[in-house]
């Protein structure tokens, strides 16, 4: 009797099939995927990344939470709170010359995973069907964000018109 072996997952793979970016993808896929990413492990107030800097990939969060705040004159404004199974960063992935347009602080121990420009390029040529899907997944929360950040702006706009604007406005939930 002929057995076949299974070739173990990555052990990423389960923690990316939680992720809002990777939730369609199969667990071969994700396996696959997995094989490029880069770990990090940040400490409490550190940086992952300030304003300006040139971006070179994105962040998935895998435990932790991290701040993403934008600079702004002499005042920093919180653009988004992120915790596990979420993502940041990702214009780095479809900009050529992309600079950070916010600040990403840890805000306790964080474990995060990279993906880098590099590596979805790479992905892109080996294995095309998974790195399109990747990129249709960044497409699609790209686009849920505008539409977010449009109704935002109104409900804003709306408020000014009626004089009930206030300095801080919430922002919807980035994800």
Request: proline content about 3%; some cysteine.
């Amino acid at each position: 009797m002929l057995r076949v072996r299974r070739k173990e997952q990555h052990p990423l793979t389960h923690a990316l099939s939680k992720n809002l970016l990777f939730e369609d993808i199969g667990l071969k896929d994700l396996s696959q995927i997995a094989e490029v990413l880069f770990q990090r492990t940040f400490e409490r107030g550190e940086c992952i990344f300030k304003q300006h800097d040139r971006g070179f990939g994105l962040y998935l969060v895998e435990s932790g939470s991290v701040r993403i705040l934008r600079e702004q004159e002499s005042e920093s404004v919180t653009l988004a709170t992120l915790g596990p199974s979420t993502f940041f960063g990702e214009m780095a992935l479809i900009e050529k010359h992309n600079l950070r347009t916010a600040t990403a602080l840890a805000l306790e121990e964080s474990h995060v995973l990279g993906l880098f420009k590099p590596d979805l390029d790479h992905l892109l040529l080996t294995k095309p069907r998974i790195g399109v899907q990747i990129l249709l997944r960044i497409s699609w929360v790209l686009s849920r964000r505008l539409m977010e950040t449009n109704a935002a702006l109104s409900l804003l706009q709306d408020r000014l018109e009626a004089g009930e604007a206030t300095k801080t406005i919430s922002s919807p939930d980035k994800s």
